[in-house]
């Protein structure tokens, strides 16, 4: 018996050790316990006090009157949004947002009431009541349109300006075979105005295309933000409530409306440009009275794209709101 239990006993030590590690490592601890220097694993995680609770905890949490109507979301549905950046607090105040007026579309808190909204009070409801349904509101809709919309201009205007690139390849290797042929006629004494020519088309051709991959870089990066704007507001609508979905929307719209006007100010002015070249005509006869083998000419285009937007942001919320909350000044 004693050698069977020195066979199993080591093994059953390295699978504890095991689950120890993983347990440390996707376990969020629970607050209260940790405040008593008790160490314990929370089961929900409070979205109104940022902060984990075990289950003895929560339902002491839920028995307290100022906290019985706390909202809780399982622990792992927070790990989805744990970094999904939701302001809660008045940036003007630092305190909790707990109100919103309707006649200025915004949520405030206590401290903005009778600073800037005290002839507002047939207009202030609760915050959470502002926030109900946000998930399925026209406002996280009209969001999730914009980012799509933006990201299917950013990916055409990118293709147009590949396909101008392109073109301008076109017109370079058609160049230089010009060159070329034109060169074959002429004797030793125009190789340097060959290379000279040769050197501004080449200028020319990068001026042009690092105006375009200026451009095309600076999509790509908005791009990427209205992706993971993207990607948080979809986390943000499959498990957070709707107090942080609410809130979210507000915030990401005004994102996503700045890098949209950045987008249509940045293609507004976009031009594509046509390179040509005019061989001397009397080259053939006159080489000795030649000073330059040929120009190089840049013709200016406006592109033909626009930016394609079908709804207008809307920086306001559009789901429908109760009656007013009234408080009593």
């Not at 026209?138 to 919309?149: C, P, Q, R, V």
């Not at 002015?269 to 070249?277: A, K, L, P, V, W």
Request: with cysteine.
């Amino acid at each position: 018996m004693s050698t069977l239990t020195g066979c199993v006993l080591p093994f059953i030590q390295v699978r504890d050790h095991r689950s120890i590690y993983l347990e440390m490592a996707s376990s969020v601890p629970c607050g209260p316990c940790g405040h008593d220097s008790i160490k314990k694993n929370a089961e929900k995680w409070c979205t109104d006090c940022s902060e984990g609770f075990c289950n003895v905890c929560e339902k002491a949490h839920r028995a307290m009157k100022m906290s019985r109507y706390h909202n809780f979301i399982q622990i792992g549905d927070y790990r989805e949004i744990e970094n999904v950046k939701v302001c809660l607090e008045c940036k003007e105040h630092g305190s909790k947002l707990e109100m919103y007026c309707k006649l200025h579309e915004m949520p405030i808190c206590l401290a903005c009431f009778p600073a800037k909204h005290k002839s507002c009070s047939d207009a202030i409801i609760p915050l959470a009541e502002a926030a109900k349904n946000a998930k399925a509101s026209t406002s996280l809709a009209d969001l999730e349109h914009t980012i799509n919309n933006t990201i299917g201009n950013i990916r055409e205007c990118v293709k147009d300006r590949e396909a101008a690139t392109e073109k301008m390849e076109t017109q370079e290797i058609r160049i230089k075979k010009l060159i070329s042929i034109t060169r074959q006629n002429i004797n030793d004494r125009l190789d340097d105005l060959e290379r000279k020519l040769l050197n501004d088309l080449s200028t020319t051709y990068s001026s042009c295309t690092s105006k375009y991959q200026k451009l095309t870089n600076k999509l790509n990066t908005i791009e990427k933000v209205i992706k993971r704007v993207k990607e948080e507001t979809s986390q943000l609508k499959r498990f957070a409530p709707d107090l942080h979905v609410f809130l979210n929307t507000h915030q990401m719209n005004i994102e996503i409306h700045n890098e949209v006007k950045a987008i249509q100010e940045a293609i507004s002015s976009i031009d594509n440009y046509n390179i040509e070249i005019e061989i001397h005509q009397g080259i053939t006869s006159l080489l000795k009275d030649v000073d330059c083998f040929a120009q190089i000419k840049v013709t200016k285009v406006p592109s033909a794209f626009h930016f394609k937007m079908q709804r207008l942001i809307k920086l306001n919320y559009q789901h429908k709101l109760e009656e007013p909350f009234i408080i009593q000044a």
